[in-house]
T-cell receptor, first 113, second 112 residues
Framework: EAGVAQSPRYKIIEKRQSVAFWCNPISGHATLYWYQQILGQGPKLLIQFQNNGVVDDSQLPKDRFSAERLKGVDSTLKIQPAKLEDSAVYLC???????????FGPGTRLTVL | QKEVEQNSGPLSVPEGAIASLNCTYSDRGSQSFFWYRQYSGKSPELIMFIYSNGDKEDGRFTAQLNKASQYVSLLIRDSQPSDSATYLCAVAPSGTASKLTFGTGTRLQVTL
């Protein structure tokens, strides 16, 4: 969880509602990722940013998910409208400037009822 | 579909024993390999990474990579109850940490 803050930590919503998650790297990191981790599975990459630009969003369900990264620092991930199958932990990760390895934030646990 | 496969477990080992965790991957182009530990309710924590064939040791942990056979393993010596967690294997197509593909993880239980 080094260097990455996420909020909120928990969120419960009803299906068809909207929700937003925030990722705040404590210090500047060029590369930022959003992952979705469904219970019992490994994290699945949703989107990768390099500075302000999107590098890979091939697995992002673009009809309902959107993400942005302003000024190459903080990032938001939004779901609109949410479905039951979106219940998961949403993890933000950054790449270390020194070892080129990914480090995860604490995650946001989303429950869609 | 690129895949990373792990036995979901649980793998149960007694305290002090060696735990052996295995991972196979389907993409022969994979270049970078990572092991993450995830405690229940927590986010994944990087344990080790390996890029070259052979062994890489760090304390009680040893990562082993065999690109010809497309498998990577993690050995934990002198297993402790605090090692009880889910271990996630991840691979990347290049020599960087980009575009990680994760396995479903192996749950390890270290018994007293």
């Amino acid at each position: 969880e080094a260097g990455v803050a996420q909020s909120p930590r928990y969120k419960i919503i009803e299906k068809r509602q909207s929700v937003a998650f925030w990722c705040n790297p404590i210090s500047g990191h060029a590369t930022l990722y959003w992952y979705q981790q469904i219970l019992g599975q490994g994290p699945k990459l949703l989107i990768q940013f390099q500075n302000n630009g999107v590098v890979d969003d091939s697995q992002l369900p673009k009809d309902r998910f959107s993400a942005e990264r302003l000024k190459g620092v903080d990032s938001t991930l939004k779901i609109q409208p949410a479905k039951l199958e979106d219940s998961a932990v949403y993890l933000c990760a950054i790449t270390s400037d020194h070892t080129d390895t990914q480090y995860f934030g604490p995650g946001t646990r989303l429950t869609v009822l | 579909q690129k895949e990373v496969e792990q036995n979901s477990g649980p793998l149960s080992v007694p305290e002090g024993a060696i735990a052996s965790l295995n991972c196979t991957y389907s993409d022969r182009g994979s270049q970078s390999f990572f092991w993450y530990r995830q405690y229940s309710g927590k986010s994944p924590e990087l344990i080790m990474f390996i890029y070259s064939n052979g062994d890489k040791e760090d304390g009680r942990f040893t990562a082993q990579l065999n690109k010809a056979s497309q498998y990577v393993s993690l050995l934990i010596r002198d297993s402790q109850p605090s090692d009880s967690a889910t271990y996630l294997c991840a691979v990347a197509p290049s020599g960087t940490a980009s575009k990680l593909t994760f396995g479903t993880g192996t749950r390890l239980q270290v018994t007293l």
